[in-house]
């Protein structure tokens, strides 16, 4: 694999861990309530789950950087057990439930899309395991990092705020 290839899924990756702390972190509350919903823990593991969680993701995107095997293979478990939650939830009837994903200022119900959204990041995780070659990066490879990784960002953002905002206009093309 081209080491720009990995710089990138690394910093998309890192980018997305560390958004997804900084949301949960901004309110922990409603973080531990959103955990307490999906009932998968216990009552009394609820506040160390989330914060577990919020750990976990801030590691990850911080093995990301300094220990690449070990940060894509985290990030590829965390983001594999969000799938696997969500999917016990939907396999429960449970589809009211928020995600979790977009942080307080809006709510998502669970579907079948964030499933496969977050399976398809544990494939893109695992496949830049693979092997990466050696060659010097030159300026112009850090930009392209750069510019990659800000544009799946700003890719991410758009398609997460449409799909948030989806169950809302769906309701006002009805009420029309």
């Not at 958004?19 to 309530?33: G, I």
């Not at 690449?68 to 939650?85: D, F, H, N, T």
């Not at 959204?117 to 490879?141: E, Q, T």
């Amino acid at each position: 694999m081209d080491p720009v290839i990995d710089a990138t899924v690394r910093a998309a990756l890192a980018l997305l861990l560390l958004a997804a702390a900084a949301h949960k972190l901004r309110d922990p509350a409603r973080f531990r309530a959103t955990v307490a919903e999906y009932r998968l823990l216990p009552r009394p593991l609820v506040a160390l789950g989330a914060a577990i969680l919020v750990l976990a993701e801030l590691a990850a995107a911080v093995a990301l950087a300094v220990a690449r095997a070990w940060g894509l293979a985290v990030s590829a478990a965390l983001l594999a057990l969000y799938a696997a939650a969500i999917a016990v939830n939907l396999a429960r009837g449970r589809r009211h439930l928020d995600c979790g994903c977009t942080g307080p200022a809006l709510r998502r119900p669970i579907s079948g899309w964030l499933v496969l959204r977050n399976l398809a990041l544990v494939a893109i995780a695992l496949a830049d395991l693979a092997p990466v070659s050696m060659r010097p990066l030159v300026w112009i490879d850090h930009l392209t990092v750069a510019a990659a990784t800000a544009a799946f960002a700003a890719c991410w953002l758009a398609t997460d705020r449409l799909l948030a905002t989806a169950p809302g206009l769906a309701r006002l093309r009805e009420a029309a």
